[in-house]
């Protein structure tokens, strides 16, 4: 269920990265996500999605005179992040990915050197919210049982990405973030790997943001769809997405 109040609300905000006189401009218009809602950043490769979903989670620093709320209050979060930004607050947007979200990327993601049953606790260790209850359920249900004592290098790709999803829902986040979860699976892993984030963040009550490039499998799951207007010239491409279009 979602609320009227967004946990994640960005407004003319962007990233311009350079290679030589080439420029790529991504320019974020207009984004909300409120709690419990499932966003699909679409557009072909090259058109910023997997950028945003890098400053989604705080993992790359957006430039302009926008603003990048995030309100959370049953955590105490209502903070501009653009503020944290300028300042430097590095210590403040650690808490924030610790608290706030959970990561599943493409392919990896997980600590070589740590067991499948060391990596999933780590979030719920790192963010001290100790549900053994609740890791047990994930790991029951995503069928990981058997892979505890394993490390990442010793299991299928399918089997890390199950366990990438146990990991990034251990600890209940608000906002749950994926890069392309499904774009190295075949056509039913997908749709099974779609299936279980979808279903997991919704018996969470989490918000799911994920890039894909995949119309018809995020259409099936019921995605808001927010896709780039693209424009290029030889200088460079610019790329807009803009939430409030439809």
């Known amino acids: ?41 679409t557009g072909p490769n090259g058109s910023g999605k997997s950028t945003l979903i890098e400053i989604l989670a705080l993992s790359l620093a957006p430039i302009g005179d926008g603003r990048f709320r995030l309100s959370a209050p049953d955590l105490g979060i209502d903070l501009d992040v653009m503020e944290l930004w300028r300042d430097g607050a590095e210590a ?16 990896g993601g997980l600590l070589g050197f740590l067991t499948i049953g060391q990596n999933i606790a780590l979030t719920q260790r790192l963010s001290r919210r100790r549900d053994g209850r609740w890791l047990a359920e994930l790991v029951q249900r995503l069928g990981i049982g058997d892979l505890l004592d394993r490390y990442p290098d010793q299991v299928s790709v399918g089997q890390r990405q199950r366990a990438t999803i146990v990991r990034a829902l251990a600890h209940r986040p608000p906002v749950l973030l994926a890069d ?64 409030s279009r439809r």
Not at 13 to 28: I, K, S
Not at 95 to 107: C, M, S
Not at 214 to 236: C, K, Y
């Open 180 to 243: 392309e979860p499904t774009a190295s699976l075949d056509a039913s892993s997908a749709q099974w790997v779609m299936s279980l984030l979808v279903e997991e963040a919704e018996r969470s009550g989490t918000a799911l943001v994920l890039a894909s490039h995949d119309h018809d499998l995020i259409g099936r799951f019921g995605f808001q769809e927010v896709g780039p207007l693209l424009q290029a010239n030889r200088s460079g491409q610019f790329s807009v997405f803009d939430g």
């Open 92 to 107: 403040a947007l650690t808490r924030l990915r610790r608290d706030l979200f959970g990561y599943v990327q493409q392919v």
């Open 1 to 41: 269920m979602t609320t009227d109040r967004p946990i994640i609300a960005l407004r003319e905000l962007g990233l311009v990265r350079r290679d030589g006189n080439w420029a790529f401009t991504l320019y974020v218009r207009d984004l909300q996500v409120a709690r419990g809602q499932r966003i699909a950043l």
